[in-house]
């Protein structure tokens, strides 16, 4: 059974950084693209970035490119989302997800996904 557990989330100001990491069990972590998505209160579920299964690949969405970079270390199964001035624009619940192979935008494809952590940004 894959699982997917997230962490890092915290309260910060607006210009902080701050890393999330993913890790998943119960599956080969490297046969396995990854993605992170955003949930602002109100709002519906978005995506932000995405890589390969191999890392070689990613992609990011435009609101956030030059200030987020997704990574991944598949010796430690874990996935990691790096955020740089934060603004409280990107306060929202995060989750990771997992695929078989697909690396975009669509939720649907995405077939595991974890509980979330909460990321708040104030001025």
């Known amino acids: 059974q894959v699982q997917l557990k997230e962490s890092g989330g915290r309260l910060v100001q607006t210009g902080d950084s701050l890393r999330l990491s993913c890790v998943l069990s119960?599956?080969?972590?490297?046969?396995?693209?990854m993605a992170w998505f955003r949930q602002a209160p109100g709002q519906e579920r978005e995506f932000v970035a995405a890589i390969s299964r191999s890392g070689s690949d990613t992609e990011i969405d435009n609101s956030i490119k030059g200030r987020f970079t997704i990574s991944r270390d598949n010796a430690k199964n874990t996935l990691y989302l790096k955020m740089e001035n934060l603004k409280p624009e990107d306060s929202a619940i995060y989750y990771c997800?997992?695929?078989?192979?697909?690396?975009?935008?669509?939720?649907?494809?995405?077939?595991?996904w974890g509980q979330g952590t909460q990321v708040t940004v104030f001025s």
């Open positions: 119960g599956a080969a972590f490297s046969d396995r693209a």
């Open positions: 997800a997992s695929s078989r192979g697909y690396y975009g935008p669509e939720e649907i494809d995405y077939d595991h």
